[in-house]
């Protein structure tokens, strides 16, 4: 099945600052990336999500890039502040409605 | 609308007891998930249900895990004869019957085994 791995597993980063997490998918048949987030004590949500037909899409002050042939996407978060500290989980969908998730990445803005 | 709804959304039981958690999905959404996360982890997969076919069960750990869709709505997850490796927050999701449609989460339910 698919497996996903997140790097770096904590990240701290000054306010202000860009944020990225990189993850690493197996399935080469996987062609959906959603990435969630989870505040402390809270659900995860949906914050962006890619397709493969797609190699960056941007939301705001995040952006997701796919790299198909390396098998890799990534996270992007620009000017970041004291609200994005949370974890961040990666996850990869086969078109079969089921995804294999990432183990999360930490992410701590320092004000 | 209404989000994902959990219930309880903490348990507290001895280990060796039955537990059943519960899920009440998105109305209109036919595709439902139970994962767990234990602490610090990630979102480990157990189970998914989609409309009227068999779910997939292949993620759960062991036979002491079960779960039920009732008409496509509710769902029950229930753990028998709990250990304390049982003990993590068990995440209900449903998203529409979509093509990588986005999954919605409920709060969870936090179980604790002792």
């Known amino acids: 099945g698919e497996n996903v791995e997140q790097h770096p597993s904590t990240l701290s980063v000054q306010e202000g600052d860009s944020a990225v997490i990189k993850c690493t998918y197996s399935d080469s048949a996987s062609n959906y990336f959603p990435w969630y987030k989870q505040e402390l004590g809270k659900r995860p949500q949906l914050i962006i999500d890619?397709?493969?037909?797609?190699g960056e899409k941007k939301d705001q002050r995040i952006a997701v890039t796919l790299n198909k042939t390396a098998k890799h996407f990534s996270l992007h978060i620009t000017e970041t502040q004291p609200e994005d500290s949370a974890v961040y989980f990666c996850a990869a969908g086969d078109g079969n409605n089921r995804l294999a998730f990432g183990k999360g990445n930490q992410v701590v803005v320092i004000p | 609308g209404a989000g994902v709804s959990q219930s309880p959304s903490n348990k507290v039981t001895e280990k060796g007891k039955d537990v059943e958690l519960r899920c009440d999905p998105i109305s209109g959404h036919t595709a439902l998930y139970w994962y767990r996360q234990s602490l610090g982890q990630g979102l480990e997969f157990l189970i998914y249900f989609q409309g009227n076919s068999a779910p997939d069960k292949s993620g759960l750990p062991s036979d002491r895990f079960s779960a039920e869709r009732t008409g496509g709505s509710v769902s029950t997850l229930t753990i028998q004869r709990t250990q304390q490796e049982d003990s993590a927050v068990y995440l209900c999701?449903?998203?529409?019957?979509?093509?990588?449609?986005?999954?919605?989460f409920g709060n969870g339910t936090r179980l604790t085994v002792t």
């Open positions: 890619i397709r493969s037909n797609v």
């Open positions: 999701a449903s998203s529409l019957n979509r093509d990588n449609s986005p999954l919605h």
